[in-house]
């Protein structure tokens, strides 16, 4: 095995043909059994050029940015705000002079003054977070900028990303929490206190006077959201929701009675009223209370303590919290969740125009929320991201019709589907790691949908297709496949891109038209060796025993064992969960079940 990974690889460094090798590999068991490639190769990094959308991203820092590899090279929004009686304020990502001083930490601090600095029509956007989600918050902001939407801020939990997001031009506020600069993890107790600082945020600028519109940090922006909040004068507060059933058909407010799903807490809307300043200030001080409540549900069991009547006939407000409060329910379908955006793809069934796109609803943690962004072509990655060392691999699944579509939807034929593709990723992975290429994953498809409890396939009264393209999260560990695994028992790393990455507009030109064929082949036949040669001009003709050999190697297995998840949940059996195995060929007879007794609770390692 050694010896052909060593040939490899020497094929694979030689120049120009395999130069940033792209790769797309049509794999499809044909009746040769072998499978077909094809591959594209582009010019080094250091001879592309890379347009303003993305050169933002990634020129070289300046010494005082705290070592922040993002530069502001970005096309400037028109509209600047500005405080009555002073000087127009900079235009967002307009960096300070390299040759300037870091004002002190004391001129960050959140203050009346600030917020009517960038406010807007009386209104202020904020989101915040610490340096490990740098790259989540300048999407943030640059969404918002290409909307032409400047009355933001963004506060910093550490003064990493505080001087960082100084240095690019962001407008940026110290929120004094001295947090660490590492992502904290869904549900872990300094989670919980990001959650305490949003709730103590809110409580901070509402007696400023101001709407606050505020957001988590892995939602975007995709269309300007104010001129429809702005149709709301009325209520005190806006939200999003978890929903997931449609309760409109279009852009009204979501029918608050049908509303079952918790109020989300990661896109809503506040005006500086009296009901709203009191449920902030209560929803407060049972959170200090209470280090156990996590803010969502806490603010869901203040808000829902009263629910209607409505406020009238056509808003689609409601009376909520006290009596007083008027609340609005933000419409499913284009303020959306991970499912609706993702799963159900609901504003598009609907032919309706999304507002925004929050990353819940997701399995593999912060690497899932980007890698989500990623697939849907709404994240800004830095240039190399499109240019990496080795260059890239990618393939179209080729997947029998009847897999895909003939007979009930249920969990024979949903693993049959899954484990069909799952089997083409894994000879995918063979020759992304024998070649040194990161993997362009394929569009995945599912017959059934992945929640966290028991469902019978799809969510009833959702508008879940079946088949439908599911995330790559439903069945794969994107943080596993994305993590450092010791290569010493995991082998070499094998980088992966999201499906859509060879359609993003972010892709440089040149490499999407740089195409190489590479096909799989019989050792021993004409032009069937490990080498640069080409058998013809454009064609690769590639040894198959190598990725036969490959699929047995202890390390490869190890870490393709990890790169699978689960599917959930069953009826009627606890636990109801099923693993999915990446190796399900090998052993006859296999079929989907949930672990029968607590030993065979684990995944197949």
Request: glycine residues 6%.
């Amino acid at each position: 095995m050694g010896g052909w990974r060593n040939a490899v690889q020497e094929a694979a460094a030689s120049k120009p043909l395999f130069l940033t090798i792209y790769t797309t590999i049509i794999v499809g068991i044909v009746a040769t059994s072998f499978y077909v490639f094809s591959a594209i190769y582009s010019p080094s990094a250091s001879t592309s050029t890379q347009s303003i959308s993305t050169s933002w991203l990634s020129s070289p820092p300046l010494s005082q940015n705290g070592g922040s590899n993002f530069s502001n090279n970005i096309s400037q929004p028109t509209d600047k705000a500005s405080q009555p009686g002073s000087n127009q304020l900079k235009t967002i990502w307009e960096a300070p002079p390299s040759n300037s001083k870091m004002p002190p930490l004391e001129s960050f601090k959140l203050t009346k003054e600030l917020v009517g600095e960038r406010a807007k029509d009386n209104v202020i956007i904020v989101t915040f977070g610490n340096f490990a989600f740098m790259d989540f918050i300048l999407t943030w902001v640059k969404h918002l900028t290409d909307l032409d939407v400047s009355n933001l801020l963004v506060g910093a939990m550490d003064t990493k990303l505080l001087e960082a997001l100084y240095w690019k031009g962001v407008p940026v506020f110290d929120m004094g929490s001295h947090m660490s600069t590492i992502d904290v993890g869904w549900g872990s107790p300094t989670f919980h206190k990001m959650g305490r600082e949003k709730v103590l945020l809110i409580n901070a600028i509402l007696p400023f006077g101001y709407e606050l519109l505020m957001c988590d940090t892995d939602m975007v922006w995709l269309k300007d959201p104010l001129p429809y909040l702005a149709q709301y004068p009325d209520a005190d507060i806006l939200t999003s929701s978890d929903q997931v059933v449609p309760t409109v058909v279009d852009d009204r407010l979501a029918d608050w009675k049908q509303v079952g799903a918790a109020y989300n807490i990661g896109i809503f809307h506040w005006r500086p009223t009296e009901p709203a300043i009191k449920l902030a200030k209560e929803w407060k001080d049972m959170l200090l209370a209470d280090d156990k409540i996590w803010d969502q549900n806490g603010f869901n069991e203040l808000a829902r303590k009263q629910t209607g009547p409505a406020v009238d006939d056509d808003s689609g407000l409601f009376y909520a919290f006290d009596g007083t409060l008027k609340l609005g329910i933000l419409p499913e379908s284009i303020f959306c969740s991970g499912h609706t955006y993702f799963v159900q793809a609901m504003y598009e069934q609907l032919r309706l125009e999304p507002y925004a796109l929050h990353t819940t609803f997701q399995y593999g943690g912060t690497e899932g929320k980007r890698h989500r962004l990623r697939e849907a072509m709404v994240f800004y990655d830095p240039p190399e991201y499109y240019d990496a060392p080795g260059g890239f691999l990618s393939f179209k699944p080729s997947i029998p019709k009847s897999l895909l579509l003939d007979g009930e939807h249920n969990l024979e034929s949903h693993f049959s589907l899954i484990n069909y593709q799952m089997k083409q990723i894994r000879s995918a992975l063979v020759i992304a790691s024998l070649l040194n290429r990161t993997l362009v994953m394929p569009p995945l498809w599912c017959r059934l949908d992945r929640l966290w409890f028991s469902h019978p396939g799809v969510l009833e009264g959702s508008m879940t297709r079946q088949p439908f393209l599911c995330p790559l999260d439903h069945v794969f560990e994107v943080n596993v496949m994305l993590k450092d695994l010791p290569e010493e028992e995991f082998g070499p790393a094998i980088n992966i891109r999201e499906y859509s990455f060879l359609n993003n507009p972010l892709l440089p030109q040149q490499v999407k038209e740089s195409w190489l064929d590479v096909q799989l082949c019989q050792e021993g036949t004409e032009d069937c060796h490990a080498s640069s040669n080409t058998s013809r001009p454009g064609l690769l003709r590639f040894p198959k025993n190598s990725t036969e050999e490959m699929t047995r190697e202890e390390k490869f297995r190890n870490r393709m064992k990890r790169y699978v998840g689960i599917w959930c949940c069953v009826e009627s059996h606890t636990p109801g969960h099923i693993y999915y195995d990446m190796y399900w060929d090998e052993k006859p007879g296999w079929k989907p079940a949930p672990p029968q007794t607590p030993e065979e609770d684990h995944p197949p390692f």
